[in-house]
């Protein structure tokens, strides 16, 4: 089977250009909505016979796919999820044409396996190595899997209201998984800076050729299959429903399938085309606005429904597609409220058996509101997508393993620190912080414990480490690094055998790797390491922090300041400056207790210090996530913790430390302005002694209750 693929012509102004699936923008007039087209007289000759012989997957309708065949590392299987009658369904709305094409089926459990099969089979033909995503949630999983498969490095940028359960999903896949605190127009804008900023190409759904070439064969099946249930004594014979529903975001999948029936009519196969039933949740519904307003585009709203993976409040051109596509055939856009969603989802698994994600359930709350309306007459045959299966069991057995894989980006809303612009400036400069990866390669668990501290403690990288040469081309072909780390003398496989390893292939030779040793170095050994390695550092040769300045040097950072003592401890006001002592040699040294003081007023902590400073060193947070951060980084002897923090409140901290056995032994002194509840307090005993009012807080009394806890 081969491709008939033939050009690509432009949605918005009709401009035809060479076929490529690669193609991202007219020609013409610049527009990211470009269309692929086929010799349909040459396929409808192919597809006049039957296509019983051919594999039962999506791949088998090649002839009008922009990529004409499976990649074997690739495809699960993927496509020809089974089209059913839900005959509970007729019964309660005495109507005798109800069928489910169950999308649950696919190799990740949704309709978006289709698109992520095809999209990233295109980009590992065309050679891409890393690609960034967008999404609501099932794109996301679908993605992570395939990509994995093939390869390729994905950068997730998900909402904060997607599902956990989605999220730590997706990171067991291994994807670099990005939670942004806004919603899903400002995250998509987050992770195209973000593609820019690293010039790495951006996903960008129905836009793309292969994602929404994909969705076509939806159509295909589902007129294959419903022929062979209705006309089972002639094979080959294609048939269209009288309705297709689906609940919709961005609407990418009714988009494709529209499209696959206009393909079918045009060669003959299909004598009609089926209306469009396009449901949407009632709290994020631009599109059925727009259209129930008659308008050609529609405006952006915010999202304000509980269907998260339905929370696209800007549609864009999608809807505009839609929208004709649905005034072409009499179809229908209608909007369902969340608790009619909710009600339908039970509705579905108590009276016919199946379980579905809640966008699912929104299509058939539609389908509900349409036979209440008597917009489907009594002899039209009806097709619903069951887009997706509800969250696996499997998912919550995962527990909370998988969070320290998930980024939280923090994104300003506008007014609040200026413009848009300067909050998504600030979210991407801290999170190409937050991305960078480095592996530390040592034997000796001292080493690597003082250099990861020492780089975290002026940047927030993430940090991995491995005990010698042959764990290290694991976590590296894994973690695909920005910088390695690495001593010589190693068991197993030495740093010398690691560096030709790494520089003799191609997914791993342009890591800088920075070594470090104490090992007497041959000529041999020195001609290596000058061809391979980025510099060579002596065990104890060298200050700490010249190591550091020349690791964020490499990656093309800016050294962030971390609190140090300037002065003696005896004097008040201990300063922010660039002095040799480090937080990480107060921890190495252990002369004295390290403690870690959260709390978001900047009086109060300086009051602290003041009076703590003499006899402790202090770590300061100014919020809950920065003071989490310290404690796992520094392991402190106590912790002092303010209740109100702008993040995450104390008790959730104090939540996270006592379900960690790591930390749940470290003591806690909670000082604090808050008026505590009678239930509040009884909170506090269950993991905490100490409570101190902060209106009331004295010198002696804080440091005698700090002694206490300290034994």
Not at 362 to 379: H, K, S, Y
Not at 620 to 627: N, P, Q, T
Not at 654 to 671: G, M, W
């Amino acid at each position: 089977m081969t491709t008939h693929f033939k050009q690509v012509v432009c949605l918005e102004c009709g401009h035809e250009q060479a076929a490529d699936m690669a193609s991202a923008a007219c020609d013409n007039c610049g527009s990211a909505w470009v269309d692929a087209r086929y010799d349909y007289e040459a396929v409808a000759r192919i597809w006049s016979q039957p296509l019983t012989t051919r594999p039962r997957s999506l791949w088998r309708y090649a002839e009008l796919m922009p990529v004409a065949e499976p990649d074997p590392e690739i495809s699960m299987g993927e496509g020809f999820t089974p089209l059913f009658r839900l005959h509970q369904y007729e019964r309660i709305y005495n109507h005798p044409y109800i069928y489910v094409k169950d999308e649950r089926h696919q190799p990740t459990n949704s309709f978006k396996d289709r698109q992520a099969a095809m999209s990233v089979t295109a980009m590992k033909r065309m050679g891409i190595t890393e690609c960034v995503l967008a999404s609501t949630g099932n794109a996301a999983v679908a993605y992570a899997a395939y990509c994995a498969r093939a390869g390729i490095k994905l950068w997730l940028f998900l909402t904060s209201l997607v599902p956990p359960e989605k999220m730590r999903e997706a990171a067991l896949y291994g994807a670099e998984v990005v939670k942004v605190s806004s919603n899903y127009d400002e995250t998509k804008k987050v992770a195209a800076q973000f593609a820019r900023h690293k010039g790495v190409i951006m996903d960008q759904g129905a836009k793309t050729i292969p994602a929404k070439e994909s969705m076509k064969t939806l159509a295909f099946e589902i007129a294959e299959q419903l022929g062979l249930a209705l006309h089972p004594d002639e094979p080959g014979k294609w048939r269209a429903p009288d309705w297709y529903i689906q609940a919709v975001s961005g609407g990418i999948g009714p988009i494709g399938v529209w499209k696959g029936f206009e393909e079918l009519h045009k060669m003959g196969l299909i004598d009609k085309m089926p209306k469009l039933g396009i449901v949407q949740a009632a709290g994020c519904a631009p599109m059925v606005h727009a259209h129930q307003a008659g308008l050609d585009t529609a405006a952006p709203v915010v999202p304000k429904t509980l269907i998260h993976v339905l929370a696209t409040g800007d549609p864009g051109y999608g809807y505009t597609l839609l929208h004709r596509a649905v005034k072409s055939n009499n179809g229908a856009m209608l909007a369902v409220e969340d608790g009619q969603t909710f009600q339908a989802m039970r509705h579905l698994a108590t009276r016919a058996g199946i379980s579905v994600e809640p966008a699912t359930a929104v299509a058939f709350a539609g389908l509900e509101q349409m036979f209440r309306q008597n917009i489907i007459a009594p002899d039209e045959h009806v097709v619903i997508n069951v887009s997706g299966h509800t969250m696996p069991a499997e998912s919550h057995i995962l527990g909370d393993q998988y969070d320290k894989y998930i980024l939280d980006l923090e994104v300003e809303s506008p007014g609040v620190l200026g413009p848009q612009e300067e909050g998504l400036g600030t979210a991407l400069q801290n999170l190409d912080e937050q991305v960078t990866t480095i592996v530390i390669v040592d034997d000796n668990p001292n080493d690597r414990r003082l250099i990861r501290r020492l780089l975290q403690s002026y940047k927030r990288y993430r940090v991995y480490e491995a005990r010698d040469g042959a764990e290290a081309v694991h976590v590296i072909r894994d973690r695909k690094p920005d910088l390695v780390v690495c001593d010589l003398t190693m068991p197993e496989m030495d740093g010398l055998g690691l560096l030709e390893v790494l520089k003799n292939d191609p997914q791993t030779a342009h890591i800088p790797v920075v070594v470090v040793s104490a090992k007497s170095l041959t000529i041999r050994d020195r001609k290596i390491l000058e061809a391979y390695s980025d510099s060579v550092w002596t065990k104890g040769g060298f200050e700490t922090r010249q190591l550091v300045e020349h690791v964020v040097d490499t990656l093309g950072h800016t050294p962030l300041r971390v609190i140090k003592p300037e002065k003696p401890a005896s004097q008040e006001t201990p300063v922010i400056t660039d002095a040799p002592r480090t937080v990480e040699e107060a921890v190495a040294s252990r002369s004295r207790h390290l403690l870690v003081m959260i709390d978001d007023n900047i009086d109060d902590l300086r009051l602290a210090r003041r009076m703590l400073q003499a006899d402790y060193d202090m770590i300061e947070a100014l919020s809950g996530r920065e003071g989490l951060k310290a404690i796992y980084n520094y392991h402190p002897d106590l912790v002092i913790l303010d209740l109100m923090l702008p993040d995450m409140d104390g008790f959730d901290i104090l939540k996270t430390l006592q379900n960690d056995p790591k930390l749940r032994d470290i003591p806690v002194v909670v000082v604090s302005a808050k008026q505590l509840s009678v239930e509040e307090r009884d909170r506090l005993q269950e993991s905490i002694g100490s409570v101190l009012e902060k209106a009331s807080l004295d010198r002696n009394h804080l440091l005698e209750t700090i002694k206490n806890e300290l034994g």
